[in-house]
Nanobody, 114 residues
Framework: QVQLVESGGGLVQPGGSLRLSCAAS????????MSWYRQAPGKERELVTS????????NYADSVKGRFTISRDNGKNTVYLQMNSLKPEDTAVYFC???????WGQGTRVTVSS
């Protein structure tokens, strides 16, 4: 079954950290660039960060540069998002996906609040 399953979301205080994971199955994960998107309440989905298939090429939205880090383990078919110095405006549902395949996970909710 072709799918992506995110995990690791939750409630965290401002300034805290979370690490999201996205486990892939059913396709050759190592061949595809992967992305993390997020959608805040009442807002459109936005691209947060992407990583190339070999894990070298990375790009970030200006709003998360210096705070978020994307990485991947092709041996484990998993992409990660390390989020540090979290702000209330980072509150959203976070999705991983591959645009090439048009495949997205179900999302994991991140809430940053005191």
């Amino acid at each position: 079954q072709v799918q992506l399953v995110e995990s690791g979301g939750g409630l965290v205080q401002p300034g805290g950290s979370l690490r999201l994971s996205c486990a892939a199955s059913g396709f050759t994960f190592s061949r595809y660039a992967m992305s993390w998107y997020r959608q805040a309440p009442g807002k459109e989905r936005e691209l947060v960060t992407s990583i190339g298939s070999n894990g070298i090429s990375k790009n970030y939205a200006d709003s998360v540069k210096g705070r978020f880090t994307i990485s991947r383990d092709n041996g484990k078919n998993t992409v990660y998002l390390q989020m540090n110095s979290l702000k209330p405006e980072d509150t959203a549902v976070y999705f991983c996906g591959t645009q090439t395949l048009g495949l997205w996970g179900q999302g994991t909710r991140v809430t940053v609040s005191s």
